[in-house]
């Protein structure tokens, strides 16, 4: 206000000046030039201002590369429980899931995932940053409470730039399948008016269906989605709990599709018993719902995960593509695209998804993750570490990780010292983790008294004192990361007293392919030649009884074969995965 009282001033001063005499007279050009450049000045000043603001805009956020979606965005923030009942605390959670699933549904929005926004839960960040986090315009948040029968639910949507707000609504109903379904259909519709993006004829009859008539079904459906968030904000190789609700739930109505194809998604998650059998039966599960609703998005991605477990490429990519066009809000076909992608070799591909799928779930730190790995392997290390910056605001050691790993794939070795001497400084005890990988980079990197300094921390943090390493016991998989870490260091005795350990807790719980596969390595560096390749052939075994098979375990078993010489065998071992299409057979 103050820029345009003062260059008004000046105008008046300029007219003043030439036109003082009474009567019409004529606007000269030095007149004109000298307001112009009056008005220029005032422009100038004013933008300047306007990019004195402190909150970042969308655009600053959200990765150029990823700009061409034109779309409304939006964010549906976690609902806060209200509930009296503890037990009732999945109310929310479910709910949540649902209305953003109905929001997904409308093609002229983009709905930002629910893996970017859970983060928000109970965090006290001001709208117009999270909006700016999270690429979007506007910020739906409210509450959700169930008990004596009836549903209370309140909105709020949000400008996101401007924190002001647009729209917001107390619901009480009866929950009832006839009262509670149609709610949530007349939720997304309200939403959709407000921010006007069109809903089409298709879209609405979608969001209104009801997909079951029994309310005790949908009760437990609701709970299987809270606990299916859950298992996979826990990154759990297994999904018992969503698993059990799911069945329940068709016990109550085996028509009620949506669950069969949750169910058959759920079961694609649990690695640990997909057997031949089980994956069967999450293939006619899909399969069964996708008869009875063609366009059920979660059919198509359980079936997508099944083929790409299977080792189908092209077969898991089609569905996945059909999961895409039925939930076009939705990043998760995305990012189940970019990662067969990834996994296939087709990085340069892997790495467009993943930037699209970035776009819609911003803040899933497995999406980063994927591109940055894909963009190391492409050797675009700028790029890389550009995506480990967006990387590190999600938090976590294992950020500046990736960054160490990017300078130490371009060869500069000083910039990745650099780097671990900051994970030193946020995680002293890196090396109690057993993170293989991370391990290594941080190792390669890390001057001699870095790694001794950071494996002492852990030590003293022992409860029994040093050298004694009582957690080997609970955590064979820690302990196994501590012996390769000395191997790395030159500490051999030491190494080699964890691995005796470390094989003794595995023989005695030999259930899982990680396991048998620590067997065969803690043979290895026993010098137990006969028992290591004993242990990789039982490890190549187990898996035939697996439905899903990695080319892991064959390179396991050629690694050990050359260990003790047998070198024509590991190389017979390797070209025989070479056909397969995978993360080991990229050519350039």
Known sequence: ????????????????????????????????????????????????????????????IVPSTASGDSRLAIAVLPFDNHSPNPEDAYFADGVH??????????????????NSVMGYRDAETPTPHVAAELGVGFIIQGSARIGGGMVRMTLELIEGRTDELVWAEDYDRPYSIEDFIPLQAEIAREVAAQVRAEVAPSEAALMSESPTQSLDAYDLYLKGNAAFIAERKEGLGHSRDSEGFYERALQIDPAFNVARARLALSMTYDLVAMTHSAADRARGLAEGALSDVPGLAEGHLALGRYHALRGNAEEALRHYGLAEQANPGDAEALRETARLLRETGEFDAAIETYLRAERRDPRNPLVTRGLTWSLIHQHRYDEALDATSRYEALGGVETTVFEALAHLSRGDKPAARDAVERVHRSEPDIHRFGIILPQRVVVRASTDAQRRESFEAWQRSQPNGAGLFPSCAEEPDACAGRARYHEMDGAFDRAAVLWDSTLVEYERRDSTLQGIG????????????????????????????????????????????????????????????????SWLTVHT
Not at 28 to 41: A, D, F, R
């Open 97 to 114: 899931l649902e209305i953003t699933s109905k929001l997904s549904k409308i093609s002229a929005l983009r709905v930002t995932s629910r």
């Open 1 to 60: 206000l103050l820029i345009v009282l003062v260059v008004g001033f000046l105008v008046t001063l300029v007219v003043a000046w030439y036109h003082g005499e009474k009567g019409r007279q004529r606007v000269s050009g030095p007149e004109l030039l000298l307001i112009s450049l009056l008005l220029v000045m005032a422009g100038g000043m004013l933008s300047m201002l306007g990019r004195g603001e402190t909150v970042p805009s969308a655009a600053q």
């Open 518 to 581: 620590s067997i065969a390595l803690a043979h290895v560096n026993g010098g137990n030649k006969a028992e290591a390749i004993r242990a990789a052939e039982a490890l190549i075994e187990r898996e035939h009884d697996l439905f899903f098979r990695k080319p892991i375990s064959r390179i396991l078993l050629a690694r050990v074969l050359a260990h003790f010489g047998e070198r024509e065998r590991a190389i017979d071992l390797i070209e025989e995965l070479l056909p397969a299409p």
